[in-house]
Nanobody, 122 residues
Framework: QVQLVESGGGLVQAGGSLRLSCAAS????????MAWFRQAPGKEREFVAG????????YYKDSVKGRFTISRDNAKNTVYLQMNSLKPEDTAVYYC???????????????WGQGTQVTVSS
């Protein structure tokens, strides 16, 4: 079992920044890949960024490259998503997820956090 708890969402003006955190506990070693997804009202859940617990490779959705940065602190079992230059279209519920596979679609992730709301006003 892996437990994921997100925090850090909120309301911000366009151009602003937020940092999301995902604290993982339990058998985290059993899931090599961590990712952030988001889901806006009426839209499907989409991959935003991903990172392995080991190594330096990171992965991003094209529309967030250069604005978002995913990172991890292995000692704290925590994954972060630094979001800069936020746009109204970034408004969504953001979810942290864990998978035994690298990348993959939402169905490959078997542990999810409860989600945190990010709202960007214009």
């Amino acid at each position: 079992q892996v437990q994921l708890v997100e925090s850090g969402g909120g309301l911000v003006q366009a151009g602003g920044s937020l940092r999301l955190s995902c604290a993982a506990s339990g058998r985290t070693f059993s899931r090599q890949f961590m990712a952030w997804f988001r889901q806006a009202p009426g839209k499907e859940r989409e991959f935003v960024a991903g990172i392995r617990w080991s190594g330096s490779n990171t992965y991003y959705k094209d529309s967030v490259k250069g604005r978002f940065t995913i990172s991890r602190d292995n000692a704290k079992n925590t994954v972060y998503l630094q979001m800069n230059s936020l746009k109204p279209e970034d408004t969504a519920v953001y979810y942290c997820a864990a998978s035994p596979k690298i990348l993959g679609g939402p169905r490959d992730y078997d542990y999810w956090g409860q989600g945190t709301q990010v709202t960007v006003s214009s």
